[in-house]
Nanobody, 114 residues
Framework: QLQLVESGGGSVQAGGSLTLVCKAS????????WEWYRKPPGKQREMVAT??????RSYADSVKGRFTNIAISRNTVHLNMNSLKPVDTAVYYC?????????WGQGTQVSVSS
């Protein structure tokens, strides 16, 4: 089974930056796209950024202009998060869409203080 591990989360002050990283266990699967989701405390999970296998990128309106440079390097995807706000506090999840199904990481905590 394909396994995903997220890293790069942590605690920062408002205005700070973090880079999220999601690494797949191998690159033998046919991956059609990578997606980042987040779940704030007490709120519904939402998609924040995506990148297709062709390199097409998209960002949620709530993070557009602040979350940038989603990119793929072999079996790893990165996401730069800048100008972080307290409302960005959430558990962030990586998801891949492949020919064998969808796979989720375990999540990484991001906490932003005012």
């Amino acid at each position: 089974q394909l396994q995903l591990v997220e890293s790069g989360g942590g605690s920062v002050q408002a205005g700070g930056s973090l880079t999220l990283v999601c690494k797949a266990s191998d690159n033998l699967y046919t991956i059609n796209g990578w997606e980042w989701y987040r779940k704030p405390p007490g709120k519904q999970r939402e998609m924040v950024a995506t990148i297709s296998k062709k390199g097409d990128r998209s960002y949620a309106d709530s993070v557009k202009g602040r979350f940038t440079n989603i990119a793929i390097s072999r079996n790893t995807v990165h996401l730069n998060m800048n100008s972080l706000k307290p409302v960005d506090t959430a558990v962030y999840y990586c998801k891949v869409v492949s020919r064998t199904g969808d796979y989720w990481g375990q999540g990484t905590q991001v906490s932003v203080s005012s």
